[in-house]
C-alpha cells in the first residue's frame, strides 16, 4: 500500500504559468481534499470531493480548478500561477465517517 | 466559524522534560478533536484523537483530554526524546470531510 502519493515533490514557476498537481490514494477513500500549509495559518482547505464526480470549494479556493473522475485520482491545477500561490500542498484522503485523514507528503512549490 | 489556537513555538526542550502544547477551540456543537504530527520532510499523521467530552486520546506516550468546559485540548509527554522533534498541529472537524487546523508548534528536542 502506497497510501496517498504526490507528485512533483518540488516545483518552480513563473508568474501566470499554469500546472497540475497530482494525488492519487489507493485506500479506494471516498473522500479527498486538498491544503496549503503556510507559515503561522496552519494548514488551509482549498477544495474537497465526497467522490468521483463531485466536488466542492474549501476555504481558499481561488485561482485553483479540481476535477475527481476516477476514484484513485484528484489532481489540483493551478490556472494562472501567482507569488501568493508560494506554500506547501497537501493532499489527504479518508472514508466517510472516519475523521481521521491520510495526508500525502506534500508539493513544495515557489511561484517567481 | 470554527477555528483553533494554538500555541506558539518554537518550542526547544531537552531530553526527558515534559512537554504540553496549549490548544483551545471554537466551533458550535460538538466537534472531534485531533493531534496531528508533521515530522521533518513529511507529510501529517495522525498522532491522537477525541470525539467527545471528557474523552482521552494517548498515543506513542503523548496524551491529550477533551475539556468541554474550558475548549481545550492541550497536549502532554512526561519525557520527550530526541525522535519527538516535530510541528504539532491541533485540529478539529464537525464533518467527515474538513478539518480546522491550528497554526502548529514547532518542538525541538535536543539531546
Known amino acids: 500500500n502506497a497510501g496517498v502519493t504526490q507528485t512533483p515533490k518540488f516545483q518552480v514557476l513563473k508568474t501566470g504559468q499554469s500546472m497540475t498537481l497530482q494525488c492519487a490514494q489507493d485506500?479506494?477513500?471516498?473522500?479527498m481534499s486538498w491544503y496549503r500549509q503556510d507559515p503561522g495559518m496552519g494548514l488551509r482547505l482549498i477544495h474537497y470531493?465526497?467522490?468521483?464526480?463531485?466536488?466542492d470549494q474549501g476555504e481558499v479556493p481561488n485561482g485553483y480548478n479540481v476535477s475527481r473522475s476516477t476514484t484513485e485520482d484528484f489532481p489540483l491545477r493551478l490556472l494562472s500561477a501567482a507569488p501568493s500561490q508560494t506554500s506547501v500542498y497537501f493532499c489527504?484522503?479518508?472514508?466517510?465517517?472516519?475523521?481521521?485523514?491520510?495526508f500525502g507528503p506534500g508539493t513544495r512549490l515557489t511561484v517567481t | 466559524g470554527d477555528s483553533v489556537t494554538q500555541m506558539e513555538g518554537p518550542v526547544t526542550l531537552s531530553e526527558e522534560a515534559f512537554l504540553t502544547i496549549n490548544c483551545t477551540y471554537t466551533?458550535?456543537?460538538?466537534?472531534?478533536l485531533f493531534w496531528y504530527v508533521q515530522y521533518p520532510g513529511e507529510g501529517l499523521q495522525l498522532l491522537l484523537k477525541?470525539?467527545?467530552?471528557?474523552d482521552k486520546g494517548s498515543n506513542k506516550g503523548f496524551e491529550a483530554t477533551y475539556r468541554k468546559e474550558t475548549t481545550s485540548f492541550h497536549l502532554e509527554k512526561g519525557s520527550v526524546q530526541v525522535s519527538d522533534s516535530a510541528v504539532y498541529f491541533c485540529?478539529?472537524?464537525?464533518?467527515?470531510?474538513?478539518?480546522?487546523f491550528g497554526a502548529g508548534t514547532t518542538v525541538t528536542v535536543r539531546a
Open positions: 489527504a484522503s479518508n472514508d466517510p465517517g472516519a475523521y481521521e485523514q491520510y
Open positions: 485506500m479506494n477513500h471516498e473522500y
Open positions: 470531493s465526497v467522490g468521483a464526480g463531485i466536488t
Open positions: 466551533a458550535t456543537g460538538y466537534p472531534s
Open positions: 477525541a470525539t467527545k467530552a471528557d
Open positions: 485540529a478539529l472537524s464537525r464533518s467527515d470531510y474538513k478539518l480546522s
